[in-house]
Structure formats: C-alpha cells, structure tokens
C-alpha cells in the first residue's frame, strides 16, 4: 500500500446548522408565545363581553382570539426539537393554521346572517371597544414580525400565523367599528354586518395558507435539497407556477 496518507477532504458545514436560520426559528417561537398569552387574555375577554352585550361580531372576535391561539401552539410545535428540520412537519402545520380560518368562516357567517335577518340589537359594550382598539394596535407589529420571519425560513406555517395576526387587526378594526356604530348612533347593523366581513375575509385566508400563497419561498427546512436557496420577492404561487 502507499504510504503516502490521503488526507481528507474539509466536511461541508451541513445547511442544517445554519445560525440565521436557526435564530429566525427561535424568534418564531418566541414571537408565537407572545401570541399565545395575548390571545388567552382577548379571547377571553372578548367572548364575555360579547355575551353580555349580545354581539356576534364580538363573540366571533373571541372565538377568532381562541383559534389564533391554537395557531400559535402549531408554530410553537413546529419548531421545537427534531421537528425544526422535517418538512413534513412544514406541511402538516401549514395545513393545521389553514383548518383554523376554516372552522371560523361558517360559524361567524351564519351568527351574523341570522342576527341581521332577526335584527337582533346588541348592547352597548365600553370593554369591547377597549379591547378591539388594543388589538388594533398590536396585532399588526405582531404579524409584521411573523410574516417578516417567515420569510427568512421559508415557512407558510408561520407567513399563515402572521396573516391570522393581520386578520384580527381587521377583524379589530371592523368590529370596533360596529360597537362605535351601536353606540354613538344607534347603527346597530353594522355589528352583523362586521360578523360577515370577518368570515369572508378569514375564508380567503384559509385557502390561501392551505395552499401556501402569499408568502415567499425560502428554505423552510434548511437541509432539505428541494427547497428554493431565496425568496426574492416572488410568492409561493409564482414559484410553483414557474416550477
């Protein structure tokens, strides 16, 4: 045999271990825990004022708050262990925040059909427009940061998360909207009418994360040697369309 030694070659620093993208995971987890206790309290909160004013569009704000919750403890199961590196796991978490806008639409859709058609009136709620004007505020910083993470790991999961987020800033928007409305002029239609622009606008956010549009494609499992090396500015769509 030779003597001379074959030295070998310098090991390739698996993607798997790539620090930006393992601390864009830990800030997704972190920024889902921030969510989680948010949206424990505003659900909370919003499902008892809604039943003591008699508001359907508060009561679906609530139940909205209760299903952005469960989002979160998706995201936060995604990226925690040996799940941080499985695609599979992508896909499944992606396809659990899509089911959540699912389970809303129908529901707020027929209580605020019903409660228009019935002309029910609901009550004058200082606690809801407190609250909704809150999450007008925040939500919008907290999907930013989501949707802006998401980027980065390349994951709809969390693109998904951040859009949940957004849509309670509208869904905030509209329904404080609608108690001001009551209020201050007696409009008390406006509150059922907010009821159905929640559930359309949580329909297409639901297709949209089921099918991993509106977000850009990055990495979303590092390793993984069909994910696209950057995002650019194309949208999930655009990249499949042109795959």
Not at 48 to 60: D, E, F, K, R, Y
Request: charge should be neutral.
């Amino acid at each position: 045999m030779s003597d001379v030694a074959v030295q070998p070659l310098p090991a390739l620093a698996p993607r798997a271990t790539d620090q930006a993208w393992h601390r864009a995971a830990a800030r997704a987890r972190l920024l889902s825990w921030i969510s989680l206790v948010w949206m424990s309290f505003e659900g909370g909160i919003a499902i008892t004022a809604g039943i003591l004013a008699g508001s359907v569009a508060l009561i679906g704000f609530g139940i909205d708050s209760a299903i952005e919750g469960v989002a979160s403890v998706v995201i936060i199961w995604r990226f925690t262990g040996a799940r941080m590196l499985s695609a599979a796991s992508e896909d499944r978490a992606q396809k659990l925040v899509a089911v959540q806008f699912f389970l809303l639409a129908p529901y707020i859709a027929f209580e605020g059909a019903h409660a228009l058609v019935n002309g029910d009136r609901p009550e004058v709620s200082v606690l809801g427009l407190i609250l909704t004007a809150t999450s007008l505020i925040g939500m919008p910083l907290l999907g930013i940061a989501k949707q802006r993470v998401a980027v980065t790991l390349g994951s709809r999961a969390t693109h998904g998360e951040g859009s949940q987020n957004l849509l309670c800033a509208y869904l905030a928007g509209a329904v404080f909207v609608g108690l001001a409305g009551n209020a201050l002029l007696g409009w008390w239609w406006l509150d059922p009418v907010a009821a159905l622009v929640i559930a359309a606008v949580a329909l297409r956010e639901g297709v949209q994360t089921w099918r991993g549009e509106g977000c850009c494609t990055g990495p979303a499992v590092p390793n993984s040697p069909n994910a696209p090396s950057a995002c650019g500015a194309a949208t999930c769509e655009d990249t499949a369309r042109r795959g």
